[in-house]
């Protein structure tokens, strides 16, 4: 699959929900939410025009002045959930970016997150609210899951790994990403089958069969390190 540039973030969902699943609620209760949510956000965006401000959010990855974190952007409908935002920012004295609006009720429970520069990569794994609610009337595997390097100083770049590789199936063991916003990760794949991977701009190729130790993943500008049965290993994306 080719690696395509994206400044904003795709819901990948592991298997497409049941009709049911997508049952909307009234349109009253959306207009409503729809104003409330418009004035969170507009509250928000004047209280942090001019510096990342996550008061009244959840942190959920540091690194230095870079982070990652989630912010209410609408009421509880008192069926699913309130909605959450995903913004992130590289320094305090700038604007946060808004990289990903979940839906209602939904808030990552899954964190792996990595920083380089003004890059994030990370992997964020949680169940959906709505498929939840209506796995009783047959709606199937509710999980839900993020895979994304992103520009946090809201420049274009990163990469995205979708769910139609099989390749993407459980969160990393271990995550990097370059100076460049390339990452490479330790899939886990079995018990016994960790092998390296790596997304840049010749697309997805494996790095190394494995398994390897998650542990010795490692960074330096381009070049990737890793350690597999105790020999040494490196390789350059770009």
Not at 20 to 45: K, M, P, Q, Y
Not at 184 to 205: F, I, K, M, V, Y
Request: aromatic share 8%; charged share 20%; with cysteine.
């Amino acid at each position: 699959m080719a690696v395509t540039p994206n400044t904003t973030l795709k819901l990948v969902p592991r298997r497409l929900l049941g009709a049911l699943a997508l049952i909307l609620v009234g349109t009253v209760a959306v207009g409503e939410s729809d104003a409330w949510s418009a004035g969170a956000r507009a509250s928000f965006a004047r209280s942090a025009r001019h510096r990342c401000v996550p008061v009244k959010s959840e942190v959920i990855a540091r690194h230095g002045a870079s982070l990652l974190f989630i912010h209410r952007t609408g009421p509880s409908d008192y069926k699913y959930g309130a909605p959450h935002a995903l913004y992130g920012c590289r320094s305090a004295h700038q604007a946060p970016t808004l990289l990903f609006d979940f839906e209602d009720g939904d808030r990552p429970e899954i964190v792996i997150a990595a920083f380089n520069g003004s890059y994030a990569a990370f992997f964020l794994g949680w169940q959906s609210s709505t498929c939840s609610f209506y796995e009783s009337a047959g709606a199937i595997d509710c999980s839900q899951s993020l895979f994304e390097s992103v520009n946090l100083g809201g420049a274009r770049g990163g990469v995205s790994v979708t769910n139609e590789d099989p390749n993407f199936t459980e969160p990393p063991s271990a995550l990097v990403v370059t100076h460049a916003g390339w990452i490479a990760w330790a899939a886990r794949l079995s018990r016994t089958s960790q092998p390296l991977l790596a997304r840049d701009s010749r697309g997805e190729r494996t790095l190394d069969a494995g398994p390897i130790d998650a542990r010795s993943l490692r960074v330096s500008g381009k070049n990737v390190r890793w350690s597999d049965a105790g020999v040494a290993h490196s390789a350059v994306l770009g």
